[in-house]
């Protein structure tokens, strides 16, 4: 059984809205994906495009992936579009993927 990645990539207009998601992710929002499912997470701010943030799950299988999906991300997606739509500039990515491989500093 294989754990899945799963990226949600974000880039903002300006700092105040880049600050103000922020703030809604770690006030909240990657508890409740680990609620539902997420063993870990990790917010990336990117080097480049400026203002571009990667937020990244863990998911011990595509099964526990797929009941996320099913159970809990319509209701988080739709929370987070309501107070960050399109509208205000701020572009949205998703990417999903099996991690082959895992490495660590541990020896």
Same mark, same amino acid.
């Given at each position: 059984?294989?754990?899945?990645?799963?990226?949600?990539?974000?880039?903002?207009?300006?700092?105040?809205?880049?600050?103000?998601? +922020? @703030?809604? =992710? @770690?006030?909240?929002?990657?508890?409740?994906?680990?609620?539902?499912?997420?063993?870990?997470?990790?917010?990336?701010? =990117?080097?480049?495009?400026? =203002?571009?943030?990667?937020?990244?799950? @863990?998911?011990?299988? #595509?099964?526990?992936?797929?009941?996320?999906?099913?159970?809990?991300?319509? &209701?988080? #997606?739709?929370?987070? +579009?309501? +107070?960050?739509? =399109?509208?205000?500039?701020?572009?949205? &990515? @998703?990417?999903?993927?099996?991690?082959?491989?895992?490495?660590?500093?541990?020896?």
């Amino acid at each position: 059984m294989s754990e899945i990645a799963y990226t949600v990539t974000a880039t903002f207009p300006d700092r105040e809205i880049a600050d103000e998601w +922020l @703030r809604w =992710l @770690r006030g909240g929002h990657i508890s409740e994906v680990m609620a539902g499912g997420a063993t870990a997470a990790d917010i990336v701010a =990117l080097d480049a495009p400026p =203002l571009t943030y990667d937020v990244r799950y @863990r998911f011990p299988s #595509r099964e526990a992936f797929e009941r996320y999906e099913h159970d809990h991300a319509p &209701r988080l #997606r739709a929370e987070g +579009l309501q +107070l960050f739509p =399109l509208e205000r500039g701020i572009v949205y &990515r @998703r990417t999903v993927g099996t991690i082959l491989d895992g490495f660590s500093g541990d020896a």
